[in-house]
């Protein structure tokens, strides 16, 4: 079974600066599929970037950028330029290679302030 | 598009009774998950229906069960509630155009609470 860590439960940041969310995963599979969810106090979930764990290359949304490292197991999240409306939870979820299920991690709360 | 959309929104109950959540997927999705995510926490695997059949299913007890209908619309069943279903219940659909990988889009979700 895959376990997804996120060990910073709260972080802030002032507004225009950056900031770097952390994640961690355990798996024995060698392909598979890493995700950052959004979850503001509306709670609605929202995706807000994916990543295949056999594409090299990083992964980039505007704002938002991962740092994938493979071999550590470790997928982090880097927002630049926060805005006051990325305020909200993020979860870190793993996707295994049938495509059946989502694993989270426990959630990090980030608060931009003005 | 119309994204994913749940009913009810909110939903009291008291412990005993039974619970009916449902849950429309994209136009065009034939795949539907629930989760549920108890306050404070990660979203937890319930099941995942594909083309009317179950495909997965989380680590929870005989009292939750589901159904997916011919317009891939889903429905998800809670009997005898306990205290310790109040969540947030979501559901997500994806496409499974390739059965892997498929990214989930999540609906808003609908609190339960057991009183």
């Known amino acids: 079974a895959q376990t997804v860590t996120q060990s910073q439960p709260e972080m802030s940041v002032q507004e225009a600066e950056t900031v770097t969310l952390s994640c961690t995963y355990d798996?024995?599979?060698?392909?598979?599929?890493l995700f950052w969810y959004k979850q503001p106090p509306s709670r609605q979930m929202i995706l807000v970037i994916r990543?295949?764990?056999?594409?090299?290359q990083n992964a980039t949304e505007n704002r938002f950028s991962v740092n994938f490292q493979k071999a550590a197991k470790s997928f982090s999240l880097k927002i630049s330029d926060s805005q006051l409306g990325d305020t909200a939870m993020y979860f870190c979820?793993?996707?295994?290679?049938?495509?059946?299920?989502?694993?989270f991690g426990g959630g990090t709360r980030l608060m931009v302030k003005p | 598009d119309a994204g994913v959309t749940q009913s009810p929104t909110h939903l009291i109950k008291t412990r005993g009774q039974q619970v009916t959540l449902r849950c429309s997927p994209i136009?065009?999705?034939?795949?539907v998950s629930w989760y549920q995510q108890v306050l404070g926490q990660g979203p937890q695997f319930i099941f995942q229906?594909?083309?009317?059949?179950?495909?997965g299913r989380g680590n929870f007890p005989d009292r939750f069960s589901a159904r997916q209908f011919p317009n891939y619309s889903s429905e998800l069943n809670v009997n005898a509630l306990l205290l310790g279903d109040s969540a947030l219940y979501l559901c997500a659909s994806s496409s499974r155009t390739s059965g892997v990988g498929d990214t989930q889009y999540f609906g808003p979700g609908t609190r339960l609470t057991v009183l």
């Open positions: 798996t024995s599979e060698s392909n598979y599929y």
């Open positions: 136009s065009g999705h034939k795949s």
């Open positions: 229906y594909y083309e009317k059949e179950e495909r």
């Open positions: 990543q295949e764990a056999y594409k090299q």
């Open positions: 979820a793993f996707g295994d290679n049938a495509g059946n299920m989502l694993t």
